[in-house]
């Protein structure tokens, strides 16, 4: 849903990631930081109940890690195992996030809201496994009620919320977003279905891509960079395959399993 801000938010990050870049900070050394910060400031203050100040400094690391592509992209340093990190240490942020309150509440004698709390945590995991999964065979998967974004803000907002005292947000946001990460659970899989559906090569897909399809294939698409989807979409038909990305069992080039 936030990703439709993306283009007016670049507009806002880019500047800034021009200034970051003048002092020569590296793009991986921002998400690195930036992850580093996230599992401090969630596993330092969090399980002590110490939630508003938790999130005081886990925003200021989220905001900050946001400027990793901005800066990637100004300075020519869009590489793909940056997008590798990127992708995989938001995961790492999320699980310190998730679990960080999931230990506070539990602390605190919640233990039903806890259980709720990794709920969401398992429940946004899958939600990002099954759009990496897809993008992992050609296909598209940027679709959702709850992407990161609007994850990150409900339960920064309610965290930071009850620890100035408000009563229930908390208890409320965790709920909704149980809810709303299954929903989104739901979607991924109806796309990447739909997907798989209009795909009218009838033989199963082997579960890797040949090791040199990224050598050999990869690079007249540009820089190699990017996210997955917006290259399968880009490439691709209208049900988004790459065709290189799929290996099938009785292809010629491919020993039978
Ligand atoms: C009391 C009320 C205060 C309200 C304050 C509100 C302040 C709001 C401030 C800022 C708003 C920022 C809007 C951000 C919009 C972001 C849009 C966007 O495009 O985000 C995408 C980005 C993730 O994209 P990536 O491509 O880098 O990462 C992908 C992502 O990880 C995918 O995950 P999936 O969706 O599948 O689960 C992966 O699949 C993919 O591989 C990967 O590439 O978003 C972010 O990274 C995070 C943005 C979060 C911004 C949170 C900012 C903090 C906001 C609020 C905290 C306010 C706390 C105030 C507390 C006050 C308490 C009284
Ligand atoms: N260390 C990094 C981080 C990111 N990238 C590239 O930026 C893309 C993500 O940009 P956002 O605006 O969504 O943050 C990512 O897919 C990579 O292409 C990078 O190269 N190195
Ligand atoms: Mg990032």
Redesign the pocket.
């Known amino acids: 849903m936030?990703?439709k801000?993306?283009p007016a938010?670049g507009r806002v990050l880019t500047p800034v990631g021009r200034t970051i870049a003048r002092t020569g900070v590296t793009p991986n050394a921002i998400t690195i930081i930036g992850t580093a910060g996230v599992v401090a400031g969630a596993l330092g203050f969090f399980p002590r109940g110490e939630f508003?100040w938790g999130?005081?400094l886990i925003?200021a690391f989220?905001?900050f890690?946001?400027l990793d592509?901005a800066v990637a992209r100004v300075t020519g340093k869009i590489s793909k195992w940056g997008?590798f990190l990127?992708?995989t240490m938001?995961r790492v942020a999320d699980a310190a996030i998730f679990s960080g309150v999931m230990i506070g509440l539990y602390r605190d004698g919640q233990e039903q809201l806890a259980g709720v709390a990794l709920y969401c945590l398992v429940a946004?995991v899958v939600?990002?496994y099954a759009?990496?999964r897809a993008e992992g065979l050609g296909y598209t998967c940027n679709v959702?009620i709850a992407?990161?974004?609007e994850?990150?803000?409900v339960i920064?907002?309610a965290t930071?919320?009850d620890?100035?005292g408000v009563p229930y947000v908390l208890a409320a946001a965790l709920w909704v977003l149980a809810v709303l990460s299954t929903v989104t659970v739901g979607q991924r899989f109806a796309a990447v279905r739909a997907q798989a559906l209009a795909d009218t090569d009838p033989r199963p897909a082997a579960p890797t891509p040949p090791p040199d399809a990224g050598r050999r294939r990869d690079r007249p698409s540009g820089n190699g960079t990017g996210?997955a989807s917006e290259k399968a979409a880009g490439r691709a038909g209208k049900g988004g395959r790459r065709k290189w990305n799929v290996r099938r069992l009785d292809s010629a080039s491919e020993p039978r399993p």
Do not use: P, W
């Open positions: 936030l990703n801000v993306r938010l508003f999130v005081l925003t989220v905001l890690d946001m592509g997008a990127d992708s938001d946004g939600v990002s759009k990496a959702g992407e990161r974004a994850r990150l803000i920064l907002v930071g919320l620890g100035l996210n």
